[in-house]
């Protein structure tokens, strides 16, 4: 790969590979984990070996997404990405957690080159195990903030954000002009059944305003379908995958720890956002 290449975390310059270190003019070395990700996150006051998701959410992640609930969600955006971005392009999946939608987008847009980044070091650690076994050779990844992307200015023909941080100054800083910004984020009755177990008054959820003074939006579209859960375990790697995860009452993770049947309201809602 390495159409777009890294840049330094620490001074801004260009990344070059030497062996197994990504190294700058200045010197600052990093070095490449045997699963072949490079770990370029030093964001000042975080320790890197803790940001992001632990082994357990990754794992949660890992066992729930391999069963296919949002597969659908995934060729959606695999498609969207496709109609926003041509053979070469330079496609970046900022927030890509454990590599599911990363990996798939690899595999269904072979012709393009894809990047994943993620603050969680055991995240992207299981990116590699999901490329090394789908044979995917056109996507890389990076331990990294979406708020300091570790790419060079203007770089990127589209970024895709999956219930990501949305970065309206660093993503513009980093798309080409024209490029495209891929938003994906819950519709108003997405996981309302799930809410309806755990809280006495559950909600639909609110539109998102993200503040893209740097975008225009270009197009949106809304997926929606259920999906059975068949387990209790199902059910509690989804909880876990959650924001619900942080701040549910003790009454509501009981009645959840009840159910090993659900039927759940999968909704999403796939923005693309243009480059001013």
């Not at 990344?15 to 990504?22: A, D, H, T």
């Not at 740097?214 to 059975?228: G, K, P």
Request: with cysteine.
């Amino acid at each position: 790969m390495g159409t777009i290449g890294y840049i330094c975390p620490v001074c801004g310059n260009e990344l070059e590979r030497v062996q197994n270190s990504y190294v700058c003019p200045k010197r600052h070395s990093f070095d490449i984990a045997r699963k072949g990700y490079v770990n370029l996150l030093t964001t000042s006051g975080r320790d890197p070996s803790k940001a992001g998701d632990d082994a357990d959410m990754v794992r949660a992640r890992t066992d729930f997404l391999d069963i296919g609930h949002y597969e659908r969600l995934a060729d959606a955006v695999a498609d969207t990405v496709g109609r926003w971005s041509s053979s070469g392009s330079a496609v970046i999946d900022s927030g890509c957690g454990e590599g599911y939608y990363t990996v798939r987008y690899a595999q269904q847009l072979t012709d393009r080159e894809i990047y994943g980044i993620d603050i969680s070091k055991r995240a992207v650690a299981h990116c590699m195990t999901r490329a090394h076994a789908a044979g995917a050779s056109n996507c890389e990844f990076a331990v990294a903030s979406s708020y300091a992307l570790p790419f060079p200015d203007h770089c990127a023909d589209v970024i895709v954000s999956t219930f990501a941080p949305v970065v309206d100054k660093e993503y513009a800083r980093v798309i080409k002009e024209g490029g495209a910004l891929v938003v994906v984020s819950p519709s108003p009755r997405h996981l309302y059944e799930l809410k309806a177990e755990l809280y006495e008054h559950p909600y639909e959820n609110s539109p998102n305003s993200y503040g893209l003074d740097s975008f225009t939006e270009a197009d949106s579209q809304t997926v929606e379908y259920t999906s059975e859960l068949r387990s209790q375990k199902e059910i509690a790697d989804l909880f876990m995958m959650t924001p619900y995860y942080y701040k549910t009452p003790k009454e509501g993770i009981e009645r959840l720890k009840k159910l090993d049947r659900l039927a759940l309201t999968c909704g999403f809602v796939i923005q693309v956002f243009t480059r001013k």
